[in-house]
């Protein structure tokens, strides 16, 4: 798993359901990983990518999704096609190992997409989500009760102005990642 770059990825949609709701914004970093002489992780971000996705169907969008996530016409006035977005993404982060925050949730909307727009997802077959890291490394820390991104981020000590933007919030969850592999 060294070997491979990793996408830090992180999504808005219009709702939690896959199938039914979709993804209205993409925020990934690409990071090269190596390694010092004495094993010390060393994080090299390649690229940055924000997108805004256009929504087919916001008939079917819950309300209190668009409201989190800041969704309103004027700023998705311009935004990218799904389809044109995903092959963008299936591009950059091929051969990568997916990081997120809750991975299961944003994988879940990356497949449906992947397989909506008939685009191949040539990211590695493994993934690592934050939430599951930190609970292991940190079970008996009885100061962490929760494991949304805001309670890590105030854990950790990292600062994200922008909750429920996709970049603001991969942004976090990388930074969240390093404090954590070199938290001992």
Known sequence: MRKHNL????????GLDPERHEI????VIIVRQTFTADNQAVFEVIEELEYKVKPEHLETAE?????INGYNESEWLFSADLKAVMQIVADKTADCIMVGQNVFFDWSFLK?????TGVSCRMHFQRLDLISMVFAKFYHDQTLERYNLNALAKFFGV??????SA???IRATFEIYKKLLAKK
Do not use: C
């Open 159 to 164: 600062e994200n102005e922008r909750a429920h």
């Open 7 to 14: 996408a830090f990825i992180d999504l808005e949609t219009t």
């Open 24 to 27: 209205i914004e993409i925020g």
């Open 112 to 116: 449906e997409a992947f397989k909506k």
């Open 63 to 67: 309300p209190e999704a668009l409201r």
């Open 167 to 169: 970049l603001a919030d």
